[in-house]
C-alpha cells in the first residue's frame, strides 16, 4: 500500500520549515520501495520556496530509490510548476527516470 502525503493549502515559506520536518521524517519511517504520494490538490498558495521544498522530497525519494507520485495538482500549483519550468514535478511518477 503506498504512503499517501497531502499538501496542505498553503506551501510557501512561511510554512516550509515545519512541512521539511514532517515531510523528511515521513519518507524516512516509510518501509522498502513503496511509492509515496503526494496530493497537490489543495494547494491554494505556492511560492519557490514551496516548490523548493517538494523538489527537496522528490529528490529524497530518488535517492533512496523510491517511486514518488505527484497526483491531482491543483491549478495553482500546476501553474508555479509550469511558471518556473518545473515540468518534471508534473509527470505521472517523478522517480521513474532514476
Known amino acids: 500500500m503506498p504512503l499517501a502525503l497531502v499538501l496542505p493549502p498553503e506551501l510557501t515559506i512561511h510554512a516550509v520549515g515545519d512541512l521539511r520536518l514532517q515531510w523528511m521524517s515521513r519518507l524516512d519511517s516509510a518501509v522498502g520501495a513503496e511509492p509515496f504520494e503526494i496530493d497537490g490538490s489543495q494547494v491554494t498558495e505556492v511560492d519557490a520556496a514551496g516548490l523548493q521544498l517538494l523538489q527537496s522530497l522528490v529528490r ?10 505527484l497526483y491531482r495538482p491543483s491549478p495553482t500549483l500546476r501553474g508555479a510548476c509550469e511558471l518556473l519550468g518545473l515540468h518534471g514535478l508534473l509527470d505521472a511518477a517523478l522517480g521513474e527516470a532514476a
Open 60 to 69: 529524497s525519494g530518488v535517492a533512496e530509490r523510491r517511486r514518488l507520485l
